[in-house]
């Protein structure tokens, strides 16, 4: 008999984006949304006793909640602020009000991706599954799996 254990775990959080698109869209614009995220992992136990320390999901939230996300593809970076250029628009942020991540638009598809990632990061060898559901408003999400070898 196996035993197939998981945690479940969702925060909203508040930020905002733009999207680079190729068509006209009022994405584009610098606007926001209440984020719900959904996170389920599937694993072993630890030897602490647990799958993942949901502290270290809080500290994910912590880092984007309230602030501007932004792709790396947009930016120069300075001193004290991030130089967003994009969309006819020229942006100066401080450094403390910006995330910037590493993907090349600020979708829901790359910030489900950009969760997993981050995760995985602190993911020891008992995970073998990652879910990730990002939703930007109460109609539409976006889900990325990672399913991890020996799974």
């Known amino acids: 008999m196996k035993i197939k254990r998981k945690i479940y775990w969702t925060k ?18 610098i606007h926001g949304h209440t984020y719900r995220i959904e996170i389920e992992i599937y694993g072993d136990i630890n030897e602490q006793g647990m799958i993942f320390d949901f502290n270290h999901l809080s500290d994910l939230i912590k880092e984007l909640d309230h602030k501007i996300i932004v792709s790396k593809n947009w930016i120069e970076e300075r001193e004290e602020f991030i130089v967003v250029k994009k969309n006819q628009k020229t ?9 910037v991540i590493d993907k090349p638009n600020v979708t829901a598809e790359y910030l489900a991706e950009w969760f997993v990632e981050k995760i995985l990061e602190k993911a020891d060898k ?18 990325v799996t990672l399913e991890l070898q020996g799974s």
Do not use: G, M, T
């Open 12 to 29: 909203e959080f508040d930020s905002s984006h733009l999207l680079d698109l190729p068509y006209e869209s009022k994405c584009k614009r």
């Open 126 to 143: 008992n995970i073998y599954e990652i879910k990730v559901r990002v939703w930007e408003d109460p109609r539409s999400y976006a889900e």
């Open 91 to 99: 942006l100066e942020i401080p450094r403390s009000e910006v995330v």
